[in-house]
């Protein structure tokens, strides 16, 4: 069963630094979507993609944030200058397959850790 | 804006006791209602759906939920729990024509063999 991949799963890196998490969704899937999780707290929406554009983005999703669909197949999250709020679990999900599927799969999560 | 409220933050059963974890959503527009799962360790799984018709939807292991549009809630029930049903349970949902998935605080289910 075809299933969205992230790397890596754990990301340590010192404030101040540039993170690129990466992602594999679904392949004939058209849209695109990172969340993340702050540890104790709720699954937050951060961004949607599809297109090769953003279609929609949160408050959270300031311009330390952006996003990327480089070669066709990865969808990359980077922060530009991590905060120590920035620590929490990142999730990518696809969507819309030919078929037209509108539940969104999840892959694994990518913790990022902000000393 | 849509919003979900999850009441439960924790259950505890015993196995074969029967669930029932609430899920109550504001929007007023027409929503699709998903029910993901998150085992220890395992990122997120859809347990269940529901975007028009019956309103009773069965989903995979044993489970169904009940959406019932004039009390806003999208309810998550199981007959008899298994121990392997321990895991953080979230109800989600988004407006029609939307992508964004609004989530529930989750809820913990603790199954004591």
């Known amino acids: 069963e075809p299933e969205v991949t992230q790397t890596p799963s754990h990301q340590v890196t010192q404030m101040g630094q540039e993170v690129i998490l990466r992602c594999v969704p679904i392949s004939n899937h058209l849209y695109f979507y990172w969340y993340r999780q702050i540890l104790g707290q709720k699954v937050e929406f951060l961004v949607s993609?599809?297109?090769?554009?953003?279609?929609?983005k949160s408050e959270i999703f300031d311009d330390q944030f952006s996003v990327e669909r480089p070669d066709g197949s990865n969808f990359t999250l980077k922060i530009r200058s991590t905060k120590l709020e920035d620590s929490a679990m990142y999730f990518c999900a696809s969507s819309g397959g030919l078929a037209g599927v509108p539940e969104q799969f999840f892959g694994p999560g990518t913790r990022l850790t902000v000393l | 804006a849509q919003s979900v409220s999850q009441h439960n933050h924790h259950v505890i059963l015993s196995e074969a006791a029967s669930l029932e974890l609430g899920c109550n959503y504001s929007?007023?527009?027409?929503?699709?209602l998903f029910w993901y799962v998150q085992y220890p360790g395992q990122h997120l799984q859809l347990l269940l759906k529901?975007?028009?018709?019956?309103?009773l939807v069965k989903g995979i292991k044993g489970f169904e939920a009940e959406f019932i549009k004039s009390k806003f809630s999208f309810n998550l029930r199981k007959p008899s729990v298994q121990w392997s049903d321990t895991a953080e349970y979230f109800c989600a949902v988004n407006a029609f024509g939307n992508e964004k998935l609004t989530f529930g605080t989750g809820t913990r289910l603790t199954i004591i063999p």
């Open positions: 529901y975007f028009s018709g019956d309103p």
């Open positions: 929007y007023g527009g027409t929503v699709n």
């Open positions: 993609f599809y297109n090769n554009e953003i279609s929609e």
